[in-house]
């Protein structure tokens, strides 16, 4: 029985402005769009890091993990063909996490979820608030 | 007369002055007109010839306009025509109760023409909308039924059954189309069997037309020393065995050819594959971040195989780590997709993999009475809930000696 997804943002101030959606509720096949959707809005409007909070999202299914994926897409896209080429070479040598997209708090089964997928790999995951911000440079 | 198509109408009434009068109009506004005197002959035209409107008188000899509209209602054609009941301006309840079994409006019988050419009209545009939208979600179940046709004809037809093994699958889509995928077949120069399991992000057609692209690539790549006569183990020299570079060319240009072509469409699929050599009961594969399928031993033991990479189609240029295992007799090779362990039950609760291991303890009568155990035991658990994502299970079953 899935939850709606609810998304609110913050904006936060560490090294460089961040913004933050707080996430309530499953990303699956119904919602990953709305998140593609608000993260591109985000970014037209100016922010280029963003921190996903995931403390209350219990479900992520592969549709949530086309999103990240979308959104990582997005905030590379202003990156040099030189920079796109030094993440890929990072990607493969588990060197390179994105500097603009991490994760914040998911719960057990959307951590199993995105180790499974191996988004691990290029996603960072925090689990406090503060250090998670901070970690944007 | 409007633009539109002129409509038929029939016209219910005992009275032959009242008949003729409203046919008057309706032809006047550039429709045809059928006529019943009862409420019996009208149901017979009704059912005989396709009617757009139905003006419907209520007190009538034989059977009455009331019985008519509740005959209509009933019938799950002749209840999208519209009804306009007929009444004396003192008939006020009979109106109401017209409205109430479903008629659409309501004309005196004074024939006032604007209120009758506005009422007529309306009625018929509504008609004209509701028989597009019947035909438009017509025109696209019918798509939807060809989109599932073709999707089901790249699934296998049947698997190859080597003697001494069982191959049996299963696959139970969340809706017409589907995002999961399966394979078996063999490699007929390596006389080998390649036996696949998929997850393309998503569900529906998207995911539909994504599996069709991963399902072939993987196939037409792990075939390549067939269809272009060259011998892949030749040109593997010394360095690596044949098994292990069919399937690492099979999944290093299925994920390049994602990653370099579709990389604006985000579309990404787990991907186990493996090859098995059915004289040895040996496997080499790779497990692309598809959840761990397991091996199940004649003793009752439960063995995870490795996650070996991420999901493909999102990382260009990576290496994919091939594996090996042995299947011995009495052993069973379960791949899943996640539609197993994460259907959910009317609380909200997954299914999970403790209750999917709970299964396998018994011993086994045969691969494919162990996925209908497994699906029988997730549609159960999803009761009344809706099956939120595709199901697909794969079994490779090494017979005992006995068998």
Known sequence: MASPLKITVSQEQGQVPVTVFHLVGDIDNSSYEELQAQAKSAYQAGSHYLLLDLTKVKYMSSAGLRALHNIFDLLNAGASEETQKKMKRGILDGSYKSPYLKLLNPSRDVKRTLSTSGFDMFLEIHTNAKAAVNSFN | ?403
Not at chain 2, 93 to 105: R, S, T, W
Not at chain 2, 334 to 360: K, V
Request: glycine letters at 6%; aromatic letters at 6%; one cysteine or more.
């Open chain 2, 1 to 403: 007369m409007s633009d539109a198509k002129p409509g038929c109408v029939l016209i219910v009434d005992d009275h032959k002055t009242n008949r003729m009068k409203m046919a008057f109009g309706i032809k006047n506004l550039g429709h045809t007109v059928e006529m019943a005197e009862n409420g019996r002959q009208a149901l017979e035209i009704l059912r005989a010839q396709a009617i757009d409107l139905v003006l419907l008188d209520i007190v009538m000899p034989e059977m009455d306009g009331f019985q008519v509209l509740e005959t209509m209602k009933r019938d799950k054609v002749l209840r999208n025509i519209p009804v306009i009941v007929i009444s004396a301006e003192t008939e006020m309840e009979q109106v109401v109760k017209g409205i109430e079994l479903g008629a659409e409006d309501y004309l005196p019988k004074s024939f006032d023409p604007v209120l009758f050419k506005a009422r007529v009209e309306a009625c018929l545009e509504k008609k004209r909308l509701r028989d597009n939208e019947q035909l438009y979600l017509r025109g696209l179940e019918r798509e939807l039924q060809i989109g599932q046709r073709i999707q089901r004809s790249f699934l296998p037809d049947s698997l190859p059954q080597p003697p001494g093994w069982e191959i049996a699958a299963h696959f139970q889509a969340a809706k017409e189309v589907a995002g999961d995928f399966y394979d078996a077949f063999w490699l007929s120069r390596q006389e080998k069997i390649g036996v696949v399991l998929g997850d393309v992000c998503g569900k529906g057609v998207g995911a539909a037309l994504f599996m069709t692209l991963f399902r072939s690539l993987i196939r037409a790549v792990a075939n390549l020393d067939d269809f272009i006569h060259t011998d892949l183990s030749a040109a593997a020299a010394n360095s690596l065995e044949p098994e292990a570079v069919v399937v690492e060319k099979a999944v290093t240009l299925t994920n390049n050819y994602i990653c370099h072509n579709h990389q604006q469409a985000n579309m990404f699929s787990t991907l186990f594959f493996g090859l098995l050599d059915p004289m040895t009961g040996r496997m080499v594969y790779t497990n692309a971040g598809q959840e761990p399928p397991l091996i199940l031993s004649s003793k009752g033991d439960i063995h995870r195989l490795d996650i070996t990479n991420p999901v493909i189609g999102i990382i260009p240029g990576i290496k994919f780590n091939i594996r090996e295992i042995w299947l011995h007799p009495g052993d069973t090779l379960l791949a899943y997709t996640d539609g197993i362990t994460e259907a959910f039950n009317p609380e909200g609760q997954m299914f999970s993999e403790h209750r999917l291991e709970a299964l396998l303890n018994k011993p086994i009568a045969s691969a494919a009475a162990l996925l209908e155990l497994i699906a029988a035991s997730v549609d159960t658990y999803m009761g009344s809930s809706n099956q939120s994502d595709d199901i697909t299970m794969i079994a490779v079953r090494r017979l005992t000696d006995c068998n």
